[in-house]
Each structure stands twice: as C-alpha cells, then as structure tokens.
C-alpha cells in the first residue's frame, strides 16, 4: 500500500477509527450523548476527508477497491444520512432504560460496510462490504431487545440474510469457475468478447449474484422480509435500512452491470425489466391494502427500487444519472418520513399506525407539515425532488424505448397517490371526528417539542427536498460530471 | 420567437410571483394569529397596488410577450425559467391579484382555528395561481399548475364545512387525473420538438394525428379544471365544503385556468385538431349551459346554486372560446373575467348569509331582505349581474358570445335562448326568496345587516360589474390583439389545409 492508496481510503479509515474511538470512550465513561457526539463528529471529519479523495482522481487501490468520483459522491450522501440516522436514534434511544452506547460502534461499522461497497471493485470487497454490513445491522435490528417484535425481526433479517449470502458466495464462485477472475474489470474485459454469458455457469452465476443484490434491494421477488423488519425494527433502524443499506448496493450493481452490454445479454436485461414491473405493481398494490405506517413505507420502497431500475434497463450516463439523482430524493423523503415516526414514537411502541396520526396538523403542524412533504416528495408531485427524480427516470426511460416499464410506471405511480394520501389525509383531519383519538395521540402529548437537534435535522432535510424539486441544477451537474463513465 | 433580447432589467413578473411567497414566510415566523391576519392583508393589498403598475408598462396594440424574463433554470434539460404576458393573462394575473386582499377580508372572522396557517395556505395559493398565468416554460407551467393543488386541496380539507375530506379527496383526484395527461402532452412534445418552450411551441406544423393526440390529453386535463359538463361532478362538491375565501379562490381564479388553457395552448399548438373537435365542444358547452342552469335551478343550498351557475358560465366562455370566431372568442374571454368578479361576490354573498343564519339553506335565508337592507341592495345587482341584465358585466361577455353563435349557426345560438332563460330563473329566485321571502318567514329578528368591514368588501366587485358593464372597451382593447393573434394561427393552418 502507497501513502496515496491511504489517502484514497481516508473517509473509510476514517470511520473505522471512530468505531474504535466510541469503543474506547464507552469501557470508561458511558454517555449516549458524548458517543453520539462522537459519532456524528467521526462521519463529519470522513466527509471532510472527500475533498482529498476526489483530487486523487480515480485511483484504483488494486485490486479489492476504485475510489472514483461516483463512488466518491455516493460516500458523501452515505455520510449525510448516517448523520441523520445518528440524530434520529439519540432521541429515539433517550426513551429507553438500557445501554446505548454500543449501538454507535454498530450504526458506524454497517456505515462503514456500506462505504467499502461504494468503491468495491472486486468480489471480494463486495462480499467482505455487504458482510460488514449486514451483521452489524442483525443486532441494530434486534437492538431493543425488550420488544418481541424488535428480536423476531432481527432473527428474521439475520436468517434472511445469511441466505443470501450463500447465494452470492455461489455466484462468485461460479463466475469465477468460468472466468478465472474475480476483480470486476476483468470480468468486464472477459466478457467483452461478445458472445456474452456463454456458459450456463456464468448465467447461473450472474443470475445468483444479481439475485443477492436483489435481496437487499428488496424487489420482487425477494422482498418478503421487508414488511416485517421494517415493522419490527426501530424507526431510525428502519431509516438506515431503507437508505444507506439499499444505496451501497445499488451503487455495485450499477458498476457490476456496467460491465454487460445490453446487446450481448438481452436475457439479463429482460429479467431486470420483469423484475422492475413486478416490484413497481407489487409493492403499490400491497401498500394499498396496509394500516401501518412502517409497512406503507416498506411496500412503497419495493415500488420505489422497482422505479430505479427502470434506470437501471435503460442503462448508459442517462441511467446512471437518473439512478443516482432518483436516490439521493428518495434519500431525504425517506429519511424524513421515518425522522417523524421516530420522533413520534413513545417507548412502549411505535407511533406507526395511521390511527396514530390521525389529527396531528392540529396538535403539532411541524411534524405534520415535514411528513406531508416527504409523503408528497415520495407520490412525486411537482415542488418536491420526487418529482424531479422521477422526470429524469421517465426521461431516460424514453431516451432508450422502454415504453412498456414507462406504462407500467405511470400507472402504478397513479395507484400509490391513493395510499400516500391516506396518511395525509389522516393528519389533516381533525380530532373531534372521532372520540378514540384523543386517548390515541396522548402518547404524543410526552414528546418534546420540536425544536431540538432532530428538528433542525428534518427541517434541513426538507429545505433538501424543496431545493431538488425547484432548482436541481447544481446538484444535478455533480451528478452528471460523476456518472459520465458509464 | 426570440425571448432573450426583451428581457428587461427588472424583474417585475418574478417580484409579483414570488412577493406572496416571501409574504407567507414571514408570516410564518410571527406569533399573534391578530398580527398575522393584518400583515396579510397588507402585504396582498400592496402587491394588489403593485400589479396595477403592470397597466403602464403594457403594450395592448400587439400580441407579443410583454415583461419577459428569461433566466437558466435546468439548462441540462431544457428547461428555462421563462415568465411573460399577453393580453389575456395580463387580465386574469390582475384578477388573481386584486381578488386575494378581498379574500383575507372575507376570511377575516369566520376562520378562527389555526387562522395562521389558513393565511400561509393563501398566499402560497396566490403565488401559485400568478404563476402559472405567467409562466411561459412548459415544465415551469406545470410545476405552479400542481403547486396550486396541495394548499387548495389543504383549504378545502382542513377549513371546510362537515363534508370537507371527501371534497378534498374528490378534488384532489380528480385534479392530480388531469395533471398526469398534462404531463405526458408536455413530455410528447418535448420529444416531438425538443423545447419545453411555450411561444416556440406554438404554431408549428405539426402531423394531423399527434394533434389529435396531444389536443386530447390537453382537453381532458383542462376540461376537468373547467369544469366542462361531464368532468363537473367534483366542482359542487369542492365548493359546498370550501371556506368562502377558498370557494372564491375556486370560483374566480382556479376555473379560469381551464379556459386559460384552452386559449393557450389548445388553439395556438394544436390549431387543426382544434377545429377538428370543435363542434363537439360546442355542443359540451351548450349542454354545460342548460344543465348548469336546470340543476342550479332545482338546488335549494345556496352555494350549490351558484356552484351549479358556475358550470353554466363557463359554458358560455367554453362556448366563446371554441366558435373560433372574433366576437365569440373575445366574448369568451371576457365571460372568464365576468364570471371571476360576479361569481366571487356571490360567493362572499352567501358567506355572509352563512355566518348570520348559520344556514345556506334558501329557505332558512328567506326574508333576510327585511333586517338587511344594505345587502340586499348588493346581493340584487349581483344577481342581476349573474343573470347576464343590460349594464352588469356578464351582459356583454354573453352577448358577444351569442353573437358569435349566431355568426356560426343559427342551432347552436337557438339552444343556449333556453339557458338564458333559466339563467334569469334561479338568479330571480334567488333574489325573491332572500330579499323579500314569502308570507312565513324565519325569524330574523337578531340579525345585523352589513357592518363597515363587509360594505368596503363588496363595494369594489360592485364597482367592477358595473364599470366592464358600461364601459367594456378598455378590458376588450387589453386582450384584443393576442386573441386575435391566436385566431390567426388557427386560421393559418386550417388554410394551409386547404388551400
């Protein structure tokens, strides 16, 4: 390893040394606040480091990691919202009688797990990344373990997940069988060839690899669990689960398909095109039929990825574009949206019933107002970056003919204003309509005030929001200038 | 058309748009709901004054763009922040800013809860609703068309009567259907010519059945905010359960923008399927005219009467605006203008009735005439004036209409005579019931007739039926050249047609 290897990998030792730092901190003095200070401060210095990084243009650290400027970008939204979940589980932990600190060292290794996926460029980072990951988030999952729901969700993702692992492990096993290499430049010049996934082993095993990506992006058909954990987990859990572990994911299978040539393999891409209509018609149907916020939520993400891939079939800069700006809006409505159910919630459950927020523009318009927007931002109405996101999708959905995943998007964005605007309408609507409500959002009544640190946080997060939806310019030619490689 | 080399130093188009939004940003931060109210009212009676400054500066003899501005907005799409105005707008942006004051002045004392967020609701609505008169970029249009939906729907669903979620609900839907087909217009022509750009858009040769296409998609979306008669359903809804200051809003701004529509972009950008569906259209209107006025007549709740008329009015400007002729369209136009002022002051009419019998039910209001002098008075010319008598307002917008009718076909002008008639029935009826009443009226011996605050409200709309009544020529003169301009392109292409 050279000193500009180190420098490259800065942001993520970065935060490997703040895990051990919080880890040191807590055998002597145990405080939530000081590790959450901490830990916020350890995310803020690895985003101070990116400026460096990004100067150090395009380096590889062969063989296991490339630390371009696209993965660059995604470190930097992967640290703004562990920032966010961070915030979010302080106030969320303070109403709980339990040891919190550890939870920090967790939160900051499954950060960096999903940072070491943001470079991979080899089987091994991939694997070695999403592993670091997802233990982590086995125990954040279960993390208070008083709640039956909270263990049997985390048992749930750990049982779940060690599938899926086996699944990838024997998909790379496979292509290496064929292949010979594991490094994904390789892969690509191998495949280059132009006859394409000429083995049955290499089909299989792409097929596998691309199925353990799915997983973790919770499309159908692997998107099962996704209901019951985020139901079952904490809410700032859940937010990290929705964001941070599905970016990292998304970011190495745009690079790990970067490397088949939609010509050569009309197969895979077919099989992404049903994949994608399956999770957009799934996931919005089914969110029709829930009452729980948390399940709303977990539905409409299904639908949400389901939308990125359409940027996915389309592929080229276009996608690649359209993928990333679609994440980072779907990143601030979601982060928000689940900001509140966090705040909300009081220690003996989750405020995650529509009930729940049945009334609460008339009790606290701030939350209300904030959750509104995100709801909006995720129905795609103009004003909100969803909107935009999904402008760019159906724009580079059109510059490459998908006409039927345009037509299956549209309509089933239509069926998902319904559900969305069930939550809406039930904030808006006043208490006295029914007498139970009052004794429901009592729990609320114990809440702090908005005001405090988490406020600040959504609010910035929102203000985000309205920013991609009005004028996504700067945002978007960062963007453009860090996809221009696919 | 080259739209960078008017642009003017000034931004005086974005200071309009934008000035409710800063408004309602302070708003925001002040404490008392008394000083918010008052600030308000300030803050929209200024840019009420400030909007007149636009009359100087307009040119009314040509068709162009006036007050461009043209800035950047997402260059990577195409996408420009482009504002400007005709004729046409100019009209309907002094509508929509000289009827918000009257609007915060209505609301005065009915809205108590959460007065401050009510407020908020408006002046975003105003900075919308200016917006999408003056937006001359097709994703710019969109993004003020949708932005009106949220606080509107939110008046309607949070201040509203006991009705009120499912009038939102209705609304909204109904709404957010009409917006999804605009969108995908927007998109198709994108495609097709590579601008978002509305004047460059305009008055190309486009293929025969894309026209069709995108004038479909077009005449749905704006049928619906019309409300044309089979897409009306969730206008007496939405009305019934509005606040008054929404139902004004409703009633004078947001119907118009269907008809904007129509002129805007349906005559100019798809001038041959325009004619290829205009008899249809016609006929819609007719019906909207007869059917508006037959089921006005058999309502007995107040607001649904005038929501009800209001299908009928805009029948007359859908019918005005698609005879494609110069007095009709004209006419058409000026019925928009009409109706926004007429209706409006309806509208604050049986607000009023509303908060002193705590009833629209006509039969509760009978006889109010007798303690309320005052607004009787009031309530008599706007009436008169809904009812289309010689010297309001609505006289000469339908009369020029009908004139219109005639020049085109002796039917048509023949079956709207019954819905003037009607017209002349329900707004008499009206008028009898609460004025006068019968020989078994409620007691209204409690009642109060118009305090200082409501004369100084109603005055102005007073003053404006009569003006464009009796003096209409300066209104038309503003619109005159631009109508005429749209007219012009559609009989280009239909020449071209056939030569």
Redesign the interface.
């Known amino acids: 390893m050279t000193p500009s290897d180190l420098q490259a990998l800065l942001p993520h030792i970065v935060v490997a040394a703040t895990a051990v730092a919080v880890m040191l901190v807590i055998s002597f003095y145990r405080n939530q606040t000081v590790s959450a200070v901490l830990t916020v401060a350890g995310l803020f210095a690895a985003a101070a480091c990116l400026p460096f990084v990004w100067s150090a243009e395009a380096d590889a650290v062969p063989p296991l990691f490339r630390v371009d400027p696209f993965g660059c970008f995604h470190i930097g939204l992967l640290l703004t919202a562990s920032v966010a979940v961070t915030v979010f589980s302080h106030s969320y932990l303070e109403k709980y009688r339990m040891e919190r600190g550890e939870f920090y060292i967790l939160l900051l290794l499954s950060v960096l797990g999903a940072l070491v996926l943001t470079v991979a460029d080899h089987f091994i980072s991939f694997f070695l990344g999403l592993e670091l990951l997802s233990v982590s988030l086995y125990v954040m999952v279960a993390y208070i373990f008083t709640k039956k729901r909270a263990v049997e969700a985390g048992v749930k993702y750990l049982f779940l997940a060690a599938a899926t692992s086996a699944f990838l492990l024997f998909g790379m096993a496979l292509i290496y069988a064929e292949l010979g290499t594991m490094a994904f430049p390789e892969i690509a010049a191998e495949l280059g060839g132009g006859d394409g996934l000429r083995s049955p082993y290499l089909l299989a095993g792409t097929v596998l690899v691309v199925a353990g990506a799915g997983f973790k992006l919770s499309v159908v058909p692997f998107h099962m669990w996704t209901p019951d954990i985020y139901q079952g987990a904490p809410a700032p859990v859940t937010a990290f689960l929705a964001t941070v572990s599905k970016a990292c994911v998304v970011v190495v299978l745009l690079r790990f398909l970067a490397a088949f040539d939609s010509d050569a393999v009309p197969g895979l891409y077919l099989a992404l095109t049903v994949v994608a209509c399956a999770s957009m018609l799934t996931g919005n149907l089914l969110a029709l039929l829930q009452d729980n916020i948390k399940r709303i939520l977990a539905y409409s993400s299904i639908a949400h990825f389901g939308y990125l891939l359409v940027a996915f079939v389309a592929g080229g800069p276009a996608g690649a574009m359209a993928a990333t700006f679609y994440l980072v809006t779907y990143f601030a409505a979601t982060l928000v949206a689940f900001g509140v159910v966090a705040y909300l919630s009081p220690s003996d459950r989750e405020a995650d019933t529509v009930a729940d927020y049945r009334g609460l523009f008339w009790s606290r318009p701030g939350p209300a107002a904030l959750l509104s927007l995100a709801l909006f931002s995720l129905v795609g109405l103009p004003l909100t970056g969803g909107f935009m996101g999904k402008f760019f999708l159906v724009g580079a959905g059109a510059e490459a003919r998908l006409w039927t995943l345009l037509l299956v998007l549209a309509v089933s964005s239509a069926i998902s204003i319904y559900y969305y605007l069930r939550v809406v309408v039930a904030m808006y609507s006043s208490i006295e309509d029914t007498p139970q409500t009052r004794e429901l959002s009592e729990p609320f009544a114990a809440t702090p005030p908005y005001g405090n640190t988490v406020g600040a946080v959504q609010a910035l997060l929102a203000l985000g929001l309205l920013v991609l939806g009005l004028y996504p310019q700067p945002v978007l030619a960062m963007i453009q200038s860090v996809t221009r490689t696919f | 058309m080259n739209l960078t080399e008017s642009s003017t130093a000034f931004s005086f188009l974005s200071v309009l748009v934008f000035a409710p939004l800063v408004a309602a940003a302070i708003a925001l931060v002040l404490r008392d709901e008394r000083r918010v109210r008052q600030w308000t009212l300030l803050a929209t009676a200024a840019i009420g004054v400030f909007s007149l400054f636009l009359l100087r500066g307009f040119e009314a003899s040509t068709a162009e763009f006036q007050f461009v501005e043209h800035r950047?907005?997402?260059?990577?799409?195409g996408m420009y922040y482009t504002l400007g105005i005709d004729g046409i707008s100019l009209l309907l942006v002094l509508l929509t800013t000289l009827i918000t004051p009257f609007c915060v002045i209505a609301s005065w004392t009915v809205v108590k809860l959460?007065s401050k967020?009510f407020m908020i609701c408006l002046l975003i609505m105003q900075t919308a609703m200016t917006g999408v008169f003056t937006a001359l970029d097709f994703v710019l249009f969109?993004?003020f068309?949708?932005?009106m939906?949220?606080p509107m729907s939110?008046l309607i669903?949070?201040w509203g009567g006991p009705g009120r979620?499912y009038a939102?609900?209705k609304f909204?839907?109904y709404t957010?259907?009409g917006s999804?087909l605009l969108i995908?217009a927007i998109?198709a022509l994108r495609?097709e010519t590579g601008t978002f750009s509305i004047p460059a858009l305009m008055d190309q040769p486009y293929d025969r059945s894309f026209q069709l296409w995108i004038f479909g998609a077009f005449f749905i979306s704006f049928a619906i905010k019309v409300p044309m008669f089979p897409f009306h359903t969730w206008l007496p809804a939405a009305h019934v359960e509005a606040p008054t200051a929404g139902s004004v809003l409703l009633a004078s701004i947001l119907l118009k923008m269907g008809a904007y529509g129509f002129l805007r972009f349906c005559l100019p950008i798809t001038p041959l399927a325009t004619i290829h569906f205009a008899p249809a259209i016609l006929w819609l209107s007719v019906a909207a005219i007869l059917y508006g006025g037959l089921t006005a007549l058999a309502q007995s709740d107040l607001k649904k009467i005038v929501a009800y008329s209001s299908v009928a009015h805009m029948g007359f400007a859908t019918l005005g605006i698609f005879l494609l002729v110069h007095h009709g369209t004209i006419g058409g136009a000026l019925v928009m203008i009409n109706h926004g002022v007429t209706t409006g002051a309806l509208f604050i009419a049986v607000g009023i009735v509303y908060e002193r019998v705590h009833s629209r039910d006509l039969a509760r209001a009978a006889g109010l005439g007798r303690q309320m002098p005052i607004f009787a008075f009031f309530l008599g010319i706007f009436c008169l004036s809904s009812l289309a008598f010689p010297g309001t307002n609505t006289f000469i917008g339908e009369f020029l209409v009908l004139a219109g009718a005639f020049e085109t076909s002796l039917i048509l002008a023949l079956a709207i005579v019954p819905g003037i008639i009607v017209a002349a029935a329900y707004n008499l009826r009206i008028l009898q019931r609460v004025a006068y009443g019968g020989t078994k009226n409620p007691d209204h011996s409690g009642v109060a007739d118009l305090g200082t605050r409501e004369i100084l409200l109603l005055t102005p709309f007073l003053v404006f039926i009569l003006w464009i009544g009796l003096q209409p020529g300066p209104f038309i003169g503003l619109m005159e050249a631009s109508i005429q301009n749209i007219l012009d392109i559609v009989a280009r292409s239909s020449g071209a047609l056939n030569p």
């Open positions: 950047e907005w997402i260059p990577h799409l959460r967020e969109f993004i068309w949708e932005a939906l949220i939110i669903g949070v979620v939102a609900i909204f839907i957010m259907a999804v995908v998109i495609l």
